[in-house]
């Protein structure tokens, strides 16, 4: 009987639940996903409490994806190298932090898009946030040739470039010289918040220099085609969805608990059902 659970803030409108349940359905294993909803000022205090639950591990949202860490025993790799958790595991040593972010956008992307990964292709990435560090970091080490990050602040693109090691080169810019540089990319990454319910008339950029065929990807997922992707479909590019991502993160955690290996695949039109209800 697994016990599992999500903590963040506000986290009502979570789609984990559902997602996670349909894994324990599809593994045919036992267990609870409670939402563990934890209000600001009393963090440190009901982490404490989190650790008497007995837990055999939760998920992080925001905004506790780097303030969990001081109450975690040892970090994986990618969490390390990122400051940022999404996924625990009670284990013999204690807490164990995961973040499965960035591994589950860029599966995600080759489930759909497999022909993206090779030495010459090239991505763009928008936006410096958490999310972008997540992926940044998984897509340097997919195959592809390079990343490139823009950003309406260009400072924060530069320090992700330069905090995160990646084995190929990467240069940073502003949303509008990312504009003119549109046709130069195979892939085209919006990691920002613009365009989320209820700004859903907001696009970041104008897509208009993009070229046929170019894969266009947006981690928002409510709406689940946003404005972005929807200019992008009408200039002819292939799209690569926001909900395609939560799905494979979740995925990848619910195999760091159970050591199960679960699919995707079989859930995504279910899930698509599910998405358009809420
Ligand atoms: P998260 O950790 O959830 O990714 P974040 O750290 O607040 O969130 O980062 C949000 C990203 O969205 C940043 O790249 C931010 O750009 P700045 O670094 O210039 O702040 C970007 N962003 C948010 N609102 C934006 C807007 N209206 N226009 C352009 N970029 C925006």
Do not use: C
Not at 66 to 75: C, G, M, N, S
Not at 138 to 148: E, K
Not at 226 to 237: R, S, V, W
């Amino acid at each position: 009987m697994y016990k599992l659970g999500l903590i963040g803030y506000p986290i009502g409108h979570s789609l984990s639940p559902w997602i996670h349940n349909q894994l324990m359905e599809q593994q045919g294993i036992e267990g609870s996903y409670e939402l563990l909803e934890i209000q600001p000022d009393v963090f440190d205090e009901k982490m404490n409490f989190l650790k008497e639950k007995d837990l055999h591990g939760f998920n992080v949202t925001v905004p506790y994806k780097e303030k969990v860490i001081p109450h975690l025993d040892a970090l994986d790799e990618s969490a390390r190298q990122l400051g940022a958790v999404n996924t625990v595991k009670h284990t013999s040593k204690g807490w164990t932090g995961y973040n499965t972010d960035g591994t589950g956008f860029v599966h995600s992307l080759n489930n759909r898009y497999p022909d993206l990964f090779h030495d010459q292709s090239k991505a763009l990435l928008i936006g410096s946030g958490g999310a972008a560090r997540g992926i940044y970091a998984a897509l340097t080490r997919s195959g592809v040739d390079t990343v490139d990050v823009a950003n309406r602040t260009v400072k924060r693109a530069e320090e992700l470039i330069e905090q995160i090691p990646a084995s190929s080169s990467s240069k940073s810019m502003t949303l509008e010289e990312a504009y003119e540089k549109l046709a130069d990319y195979d892939l085209i990454v919006q990691t920002t918040t613009v365009g989320m319910n209820p700004d859903n008339h907001k696009v970041i950029l104008s897509l208009d220099h993009l070229t046929k065929g170019t894969v266009v990807s947006d981690i928002v997922y409510r709406p689940m085609k946003t404005k972005f992707l929807i200019e992008a479909e009408n200039l002819g590019a292939r799209l690569h969805y926001g909900h395609e991502m939560l799905l494979q993160q979740a995925v990848y955690a619910f195999q760091i608990w159970t050591n199960t290996n679960p699919e995707a695949m079989p859930l995504l039109e279910k899930f698509e059902q599910k998405l358009k209800g809420v």
